[in-house]
């Protein structure tokens, strides 16, 4: 099952994109003997100001056909690793060919997208920036992968 990361805004070298790139790396080894993978990252830009709802425009249009939509939005379901790699383990063993992330900009995702999502999913009840959701969702990603192969990276 492979992964698409659609994201708001561009991210630039820096420690963040470091820890993407890492994370993504490690995702895309432990996950391909699982069928998990490989991931990518398709950033959009609205560069006429149009707000959240041109945002949305442009997200959708880099959602793969077919994809599992995953909001991530503050007002979102919250889980723990293992239910996280559980839900991957189960879109993948229904043979759903693709997930999408959907990671809004600065003032979110708009409402009518973020309903059409398959879920919708919460870091917790603090509001992150929404380039350091990327790296948390990386990582995760990774995590989910780690759990799914049964290595000692997650810890109880």
Do not use: N
């Amino acid at each position: 099952m492979k992964i698409t990361l659609c994201v708001v805004g561009r991210l630039r070298a820096g420690p963040e994109k470091s820890l993407i790139d890492d994370y993504l790396t490690r995702f895309d080894r432990t996950g391909r003997a699982l069928g998990l993978g490989p991931a990518r990252v398709v950033e959009v830009e609205d560069r006429k100001g149009g707000g959240i709802a041109a945002e949305a425009t442009l997200l959708e249009r880099a959602i793969p056909d077919g994809a599992v939509r995953v909001a991530l939005d503050e007002r979102g379901r919250t889980m723990t690793s293992p239910d996280f790699a559980d839900h991957l383990g189960r879109w993948r063993d229904a043979g759903r060919g693709e997930a999408a992330f959907l990671i809004g900009g600065a003032d979110g995702l708009d409402p009518a997208l973020r309903d059409r999502a398959d879920l919708v999913l919460s870091f917790g009840a603090l509001v992150w920036p929404h380039m350091l959701v990327r790296v948390m969702l990386a990582e995760q990603l990774y995590r989910a992968a780690a759990i799914l192969a049964g290595t000692p990276y997650h810890r109880v």
